[in-house]
């Protein structure tokens, strides 16, 4: 009888440290999901901010491209303001790429709330920062055009 406890235990342990490694198994792949859903607005942001600056939109449109009141206002708005928030994105993005991977690596071994947690908090960061660059491009467009569009 105590020799069949014993194998109970054990097998109880076995069972236990199998379930263990299932769940971590399903924590990093959680961890890898997130760790690219986090990566996706700097990297969207690079490949955008270097089209918009590079290869803007040929004709002003309602469609593609960073559309506002006053980057539509005529051809040479147009043009600045693409180039102005391309190259901010460009920075921006190298900028929100660096830090989200570093603070990511600590989180590998995360459980799945903490995981999430580091998530929402590292992209709505990267929101404030995408959404935020409006205002510069805005203002940027403010003080080199008057309200017309034309050049001071």
């Given at each position: 009888m105590k020799e069949e406890l014993s194998f109970d235990k054990n097998r109880i342990i076995i069972r236990d440290k199998l379930e263990f490694v299932g769940q971590r198994r399903i924590n990093m792949w959680f961890y890898i999901m997130m760790f690219i859903c986090n990566l996706l607005i700097p990297i969207v942001m690079l490949i955008c901010g270097f089209?918009?600056?590079?290869?803007?939109?040929?004709?002003?449109?309602g469609i593609i491209g960073y559309r506002t009141t006053m980057?539509?206002?005529n051809m040479d708005t147009w043009k600045f303001a693409h180039d102005y928030c391309g190259k901010l994105w460009l920075k921006l993005g190298l900028l929100l790429l660096i830090p989200t991977i570093i603070i990511?690596?600590?989180f590998s071994h995360s459980s799945e709330n903490a995981i999430g947690y580091m998530t929402l908090i590292v992209?709505?960061?990267?929101?404030?920062?995408?959404?935020g660059s409006i205002?510069?491009?805005?203002?940027a467009l403010k003080k080199?055009?008057?309200?017309?569009?034309?050049r001071r």
């Open positions: 089209f918009m600056s590079k290869y803007p939109p040929k004709e002003i449109n980057s539509r206002k990511q690596i600590p992209e709505g960061i990267q929101l404030v920062a995408i959404l205002v510069f491009v805005e203002r080199t055009f008057d309200e017309h569009g034309v």
